[in-house]
């Protein structure tokens, strides 16, 4: 028995798959892959980790992922771990998992590693959607962030590895492909270039898809691509996080609610079945009622369908975890303020 379970982002789903693959000619073994955005991630992590050890008290437990990264140490002291893996050896867990014994903490300067994955995984266990990552790190630093010293410095998969993943997995029978990365727009040369690249080598693509986009990055070049191609799957997830243009400068955010209105206006001009999702941020430092009313207000100027709220949760080492907080119990009225809206 080899178990993988998965935390976060479309990311680690993607790297989860290469992991089932390397890892086949296992046996009781289970996988953890974690997340880090949030303390309350690492929390449910933990508690996971207590439980497939209580469950499973014969099988080895391996874990990896942004949690590993960035708290290596407080993973392995666990007793329940038999082995903690960086993001950089996640790439060759089967190398360590040979020598599982040897020592319990493989964990590397995330920001050595210049290179993406290439393994190329022939499918997605119980999904309809297949993940295809694309770039990884990145080297922005969102005050709130702690996810670039977790996943490194921005790198891309080249084209051509891409178009190679996607025509297997179109050769499995996966009709849908969506694009993921860390910072999906700083893909290089450009995603637009990459989405151009893609439709020109697979012109009989069904359905192809995005993560996380972050409205500054998005052109021009990209917004023209979804007149040309309909089969650009008319949903976009924007990486918005606040409302409000005093907060978004503290975040260390590239827009304003200026900019996110005018594109998703821009976009329904071209494809006027377009839906919007948005990630926020709510109850981050210095941000006011009124700032937190701004929030609300853009998400019905800009048009948003589908939002994915979080109350603010500080990271240790990020310049936002350094700042006088508000209060949880705030931080959390303001998200169930803003996922009512998202119903409503």
Same mark, same amino acid.
């Given at each position: 028995m080899v178990k993988v379970i998965t935390f976060g982002c479309r990311i680690n789903s993607y790297e989860s798959e290469v992991i089932k693959e390397k890892l086949h000619d296992f046996d009781n073994l289970i996988v953890i892959n974690t997340c880090a955005v949030t303390a309350e991630a690492e929390r449910q992590c933990?508690?996971?980790?207590?439980?497939?050890?209580?469950? =499973? %008290?014969?099988?080895?437990?391996?874990?990896?992922?942004?949690?590993a990264q960035l708290n290596a140490d407080k993973l392995a002291d666990m007793p329940e771990v038999s082995l903690v893996l960086g993001n950089k050896e996640k790439k060759d867990i089967e190398k360590y998992v040979n020598a599982i014994f040897s020592d319990k903490k493989q964990v590397s300067d995330i920001f050595g590693d210049d290179r993406c994955e290439d393994y190329i995984i022939t499918g997605f266990e119980g999904r309809h959607k297949a993940f295809v990552q694309v770039q990884q790190g990145c080297n922005h630093r969102c005050t709130y962030c702690i996810v670039p010293y977790a996943r490194g410095r921005n790198r891309s998969v080249?084209?051509?590895?891409? #178009?190679?993943?996607?025509?297997?997995?179109?050769?499995?029978?996966?009709?849908?492909?969506?694009?993921?990365?860390i910072d999906l727009c700083s893909y290089e040369p450009s995603l637009s270039f990459l989405v151009e690249y893609i439709m020109t080598e697979i012109p009989n693509l069904p359905k192809l898809s995005f993560g996380s986009l972050d409205p500054a990055k998005i052109d021009n070049n990209f917004i023209n691509l979804l007149h040309k191609y309909k089969n650009i799957f008319p949903y976009f997830h924007l990486s918005?996080?606040?409302?409000?243009?005093? #907060?978004?400068?503290?975040?260390?955010?590239?827009?304003?609610?200026?900019?996110?209105?005018?594109?998703?206006?821009?976009?329904?001009?071209?494809?006027?079945?377009?839906?919007?999702?948005?990630?926020?941020?709510?109850?981050? %430092?210095?941000?006011?009622?009124?700032?937190?009313?701004?929030?609300?207000?853009?998400?019905?100027?800009?048009?948003?369908?589908?939002?994915? #709220?979080?109350? =603010?949760?500080?990271?240790?080492?990020?310049?936002?975890?350094?700042?006088?907080?508000? %209060?949880?119990?705030?931080?959390?009225?303001?998200?169930?303020?803003?996922?009512?809206?998202?119903?409503?």
């Open positions: 933990r508690q996971t980790i207590r439980k497939l050890k209580r469950d =499973y %008290p014969q099988a080895e437990i391996i874990v990896t992922g942004c949690s080249p084209a051509e590895l891409v #178009v190679k993943q996607i025509k297997k997995l179109l050769d499995s029978g996966f009709s849908e492909i969506c694009l993921t990365g918005i996080q606040s409302g409000d243009n005093d #907060v978004l400068k503290i975040m260390g955010r590239r827009h304003r609610r200026e900019d996110v209105i005018n594109l998703c206006h821009k976009i329904k001009e071209i494809r006027n079945e377009v839906k919007f999702g948005a990630d926020f941020i709510c109850g981050f %430092p210095t941000e006011t009622d009124k700032a937190f009313q701004n929030t609300c207000d853009l998400v019905k100027e800009a048009g948003l369908n589908k939002l994915h #709220v979080f109350p =603010y949760s500080e990271r240790p080492g990020t310049p936002a975890a350094k700042m006088e907080q508000i %209060p949880m119990v705030e931080r959390r009225r303001r998200a169930a303020v803003l996922r009512n809206l998202s119903e409503e």
